[in-house]
């Protein structure tokens, strides 16, 4: 089946830095790319989506690219903020009712 | 989040006696999912429902059971709680199969 891998589970930038985190998948038919936010003792929240026939597309701050060849994507966050500390995972639809894979996530360490 | 209301949202309870989480959205949304996370595992799919009535299970599923007898509630029951089921368990809902998906609060389940 679909798996989803994040390449660091641990990342810590500069408050005002921008951030980029890292998600590979397994599935060269894979349509759909969706990233999420957890904070602490909350559940995921949506953050932003793109599909396959986009290779970048932008959200208030962030900024998602899709490289189909090498199955790779990508979360960049602009002058990142204290509010900007959670764990983000990617996802990907399973491929019916079932619902999506999640990678394991890449907790985002803001420093002052 | 996105309308949806998870009960309890914390519990502790004994090895062997029975638990229902109860999760209830107000978006009309056809597809509802319980999910359990742990350190270590990630977010991982228990059971699923694809309209009233109908459920089907997901990959960790041993121990639980489910039931929608209206389209805004779903609810998981662990028929005699193990240690092994000490987890967060989120709930969530989809407007579409294979789409994005909508969390709830989450609950934090203690099995002593």
């Known amino acids: 089946g679909e798996s989803v891998g994040l390449h660091l589970p641990t990342l810590s930038v500069q408050e005002g830095d921008n951030s980029i985190i890292n998600c590979a998948y397994s599935n060269s038919a894979s349509d759909y790319f969706i990233w999420y936010k957890q904070e602490s003792g909350k559940g995921p929240q949506f953050i932003i989506d793109i599909r396959s026939n986009m290779d970048k597309r932008q959200g208030q701050r962030v900024t998602v690219l899709l490289n189909k060849t090498v199955k790779h994507l990508s979360l960049q966050i602009a002058a990142t903020q204290p509010g900007d500390s959670a764990v983000y995972f990617c996802?990907?639809?399973?491929?019916?009712?079932?619902?999506?894979?999640f990678g394991k996530g890449t907790h985002l360490i803001i420093q002052p | 989040d996105a309308g949806i209301t998870q009960s309890p949202r914390h519990k502790v309870t004994e090895t062997g006696t029975p638990v229902t989480l109860r999760c209830h959205q107000t978006e009309n949304h056809r597809y509802m999912y319980w999910y359990r996370q742990d350190p270590g595992h990630g977010l991982r799919l228990i059971h699923y429902?694809?309209?009233?009535?109908?459920?089907d299970k997901g990959e960790v599923s041993d121990g639980y059971s489910v039931s929608r007898s209206k389209t805004e509630d779903f609810l998981l029951t662990l028929e005699s709680a193990t240690s092994s089921q000490t987890s967060v368990y989120f709930c969530?809902?989809?407007?579409?199969?294979?789409?994005?998906?909508?969390f709830g609060s989450g609950t934090q389940l203690s099995v002593l």
């Open positions: 429902s694809y309209g009233v009535k109908d459920t």
């Open positions: 996802a990907v639809p399973k491929g019916g009712a079932d619902g999506l894979t």
């Open positions: 969530a809902i989809s407007g579409q199969g294979g789409e994005k998906l909508f």
